[in-house]
């Protein structure tokens, strides 16, 4: 058998086994098309004679009769302890056939132990799997583990790709293994070539010093670029809004820092307890998009603010912008003071956002306090003037 023969046979199993949970959610209308397939789901299902294709789908699923076709299985356990004159695709946490198959197996699981006869070829994808000594595979073995044992008998060529393997039973062709490690393979176990293949690694390709130093110069020109087309936007299009922003940092930033520093811890943590739930998970989406906004638009705070400082106040926002957000990208380039200027940009730039949203107080309900006016003063008459005469 040529390994392209192989290769295609593994390839079309792992397509079978993927689509295995379709097969079995669209086996009602199946069964109402074709009256010799069945499904069954329960918790624990247990299968006599019955004429295939069978579905089943469950929790423990144990195919215990003779079954005239192939079984289609998903669930958590699946046994096949009696007879199918046809083929087994299954997937389950644990797979163990005890019974015979006159087909082929096709099958994905975290523990697969096959103890019966299987008549034709096997495809295997598992963590763990066990061929015991009164288990047999009439003809060839496709499979990829991290653990496989062979104490069966192989009826013809076996090629897997796993990271230990033994073979103390018999293989009557040859054995072609992918991995790591060593085989352990008793004398005489295998009557063909054994040709093990080691696994291939991508070679560390090294970089030499111009090419970093050109790519870090063209992630920094292309970060300029992008950054100052949204600072200049920002500055062209709320420049009020910005300088009520940065206001709450001009006279003294300490109080917006110690907020932002604050939410930065708790509102991630009661995002995470609200996505566990059901009722707060729309709630949760919701909130991590608001704060992805605002933490991205403390970079166009924090650039808007350095500029002010160095302008002090007296350029066009849009000039304060660009030139605080060039500033600012700079010093984002540079390692390690990258992770400073950015804990700093984060926490001043939310702490001073959510205070001027707390200073707006969208959610009050409290009608202003109205500001009293002065009654308006009225002439009065002077005594000192005496009265006119007739």
């Keep these: 058998m040529t390994h392209r023969t192989i290769a295609g046979r593994a390839v079309g199993a792992a397509l079978t086994i993927g689509i295995l949970s379709l097969v079995v959610g669209a086996g009602a209308g199946a069964a109402e098309a074709a009256p010799t397939a069945s499904l069954v789901p329960s918790t624990q299902v247990r299968a006599d004679d019955t004429r295939g294709p069978q579905f089943y789908a469950g929790s ?25 004159d046809g083929d087994v695709i299954a997937a389950a946490q644990s797979i163990t056939i005890t019974g015979t198959v006159d087909g082929d197996v096709r099958l994905a699981a975290q523990t697969i132990t096959v103890s019966g006869e299987v008549a034709r070829s096997a495809t295997l994808f598992a963590s763990d799997v066990n061929i015991t000594s009164t288990g047999s595979i009439g003809r ?32 009557g062709g040859d054995l072609t293994y992918t991995s790591d490690n060593e085989a352990q393979i008793s004398e005489g176990a295998v009557t063909g070539s054994v040709e093990r293949i080691q696994p291939t690694r991508a070679s560390d390709v090294e970089v030499s010093p111009w ?27 709320m420049p009020r809004w910005l300088h009520r922003v940065t206001d709450h940092l001009v006279p003294s930033p300490w109080k917006a820092l110690l907020v932002g520093f604050i939410a930065s811890i708790a509102v991630p943590i009661a995002l995470f307890f609200l996505l566990v739930t059901i009722v707060g998970a729309p709630l949760a989406l919701a909130g991590l998009l608001v704060w992805t906004v605002l933490t991205m638009a403390s970079f166009v705070y ?26 600012l990208i700079i010093a984002l380039q540079i390692p390690w003071l990258n992770i400073v200027v950015w804990l700093a940009m984060v926490f001043f730039g939310v702490g001073a956002q959510l205070l001027e949203f707390s200073g707006q107080r969208p959610w009050s309900t409290k009608p202003p306090t109205p500001t009293p006016t002065p009654a308006p003063v009225v002439d009065q008459p002077r005594s000192d003037i005496p009265a006119p005469t007739v």
């Design 302 to 327: 924090g650039a808007y603010y350095i500029g002010r400082l160095l302008f002090r106040g007296r350029a066009h926002p849009v000039i304060e912008s660009l030139v605080g957000g060039v500033i």
């Design 140 to 171: 060839d073995v496709v499979g990829a583990a991290a653990t496989t044992t062979i104490t069966g008998d192989i009826g013809r060529d076996v090629q897997l790709s796993v990271g230990r393997l033994t073979v103390d039973g018999t293989i």
């Design 211 to 237: 090419v970093a130093i050109v790519s870090w110069f063209f992630g920094l020109l292309y970060a300029l670029v992008a950054l100052s087309i949204i600072t200049v936007l920002a500055g062209l299009l």
């Design 60 to 84: 423990i699923i144990d195919v215990s009769g003779t079954v005239d076709g192939d079984v289609y299985a998903a669930g958590q356990s699946v046994t096949i302890s009696g007879d199918v």
